[in-house]
């Protein structure tokens, strides 16, 4: 079955950073897109990150624009999500997704038919 197992979470300081993997498994991931989500106690997941297939779209949430970089390995059926600059408000559960099937980077949303990490906690403390 389909896998995505996310590493690299922890605990930085504000202004640290952390970079978190997501290692995919179990089909073919080609013209698939895929991202990061978070979700912070008592508030909904949102989007982070989307990247394509070939890396040619990407796009990020305003809040982490200019701080955050997503990338992506297909040969090693990888994502990455290089975090700067962190926030307190960054604090959250990071989840790794992967699309079901070949969609627009725009059309991956938390509602969308996704395949999920277990989530890497982030804790950026001051």
């Known amino acids: 079955q389909v896998q995505l197992v996310e590493s690299g979470g922890g605990v930085v300081q504000t202004g640290g950073s952390l970079r978190l993997s997501c290692a995919a498994s179990?089909?073919?991931?080609?013209?698939?897109?895929m991202g990061w989500f978070r979700q912070a106690p008592g508030k909904e997941r949102e989007v982070v990150a989307r990247i394509s297939w070939t890396g040619s779209a990407i796009d990020y949430a305003d809040s982490v624009k200019g701080r955050f970089a997503i990338s992506r390995d297909n040969a090693k059926n990888t994502v990455y999500l290089q975090m700067n600059s962190l926030k307190s408000e960054d604090t959250a559960a990071y989840y790794c997704?992967?699309?079901?099937?070949?969609?627009?980077?725009?059309?991956?949303?938390?509602?969308?038919?996704?395949?999920w990490g277990q989530g890497t906690q982030v804790t950026v403390s001051s």
């Open positions: 179990g089909r073919s991931f080609t013209s698939i897109p």
């Open positions: 997704a992967a699309a079901v099937r070949a969609i627009s980077i725009k059309a991956m949303n938390v509602a969308s038919e996704l395949y």
